[in-house]
């Protein structure tokens, strides 16, 4: 499951990856440009420049096996996946797409979700999500010419685990990060708008969730978000997350792993994140997850009392 994974990282964010912000002390990045605003990231990703921002390749899944996902109609999320095949429906405000500007390069590269915070500012990805110095934030994303539902979001500050590390298998249990995000243009919070999960320890090895991302149209055409409802299992040699589900290509990393989801909220409790051992896989079939337990938590508590 081709999901941003470092195979994908040269081709796609090399040049985001270079203008990246310097990292502090605690695995705290801070965009280098404080002009970055949530007005300005709205007028650069114009809804044309975020459709010409697709991915014009990817990595492919198996070969010969191109995307086939069909939405029922009138789908609910909640009961919208049989075991083992992603399907496309119209996405929820939890979850959006992340988007990163960086030397000559515009791209969507990643999918994040919102968490329940103090400041209901934060969101939640992986780590080798990090991007550059401008990151742009789009809840509910919906391909076309119009207007974003939930506007863009500038993200401000990025943390992750200092022991991650890219390309290293032994810190791959750290590839998960938060990233706050700027006041709405009427001081508004993103959590006031959008609503969001709540985060929570990795109960254990199996476990029903519902995981959601947005594809990169050079694997999935329809440029719309995918879901899966399935049972996790164990990673084989790894304390690592697995879940079987065809459709999860390049750019579904991030993607939030969410227990007890409901339609009525359109959120529940994220447990896992699409990341993990080769940047959350090496197919579009089968995708990883690090464990969250007291890492995460640790620096989910550093994200949160940074001011």
Known sequence: ??????????????????????????????????????????????????????????LPSDPGDPPDLI???????????????????????????????GSDLAAHFCTASVVHSPGRDLLLTAAHCEGGSHLGFVPDYRAGTGAQPYGI?????????????????AASDYDFAFATVSRGPHGERLEDVTGAN???????????????????GADDPSDQAVTCTTTTGRLEGEQQ????????YSGTSGSPWILDYTSRTRSGTVIGVIGGLDGGGTTDRISYSPFLGDAALALYRTATQSG
Do not use: K
């Open 198 to 216: 709540r985060l929570a320890r990795t109960p254990g090895y199996r476990n029903r969730v519902t995981v959601i991302g947005y594809p990169h």
């Open 71 to 101: 939405t029922p109609p009138d789908a609910d999320v909640g009961s919208l996946a049989a075991i083992g095949t992603a399907v496309h429906f119209e996405g929820i405000p939890t979850v959006g797409m992340l988007f990163s500007v």
């Open 1 to 58: 499951m081709p999901v941003l994974r470092r195979l994908l990282l040269p081709a796609l964010c090399t040049a985001v990856l270079t203008v990246a912000a310097a990292l502090l002390p605690g695995g705290v990045h801070v965009p280098a440009s404080r002009g970055w605003t949530n007005q300005a990231a709205a007028r650069f990703w114009t809804p044309e420049r975020m459709a010409d921002s697709m991915p014009d390749s990817g």
């Open 241 to 248: 997350l697995q879940m079987d589900c065809e459709g999860f």
């Open 153 to 169: 979001w500038a993200v401000d500050r990025e943390f992750t685990d200092p022991r991650w590390t890219p390309d290293d298998d």
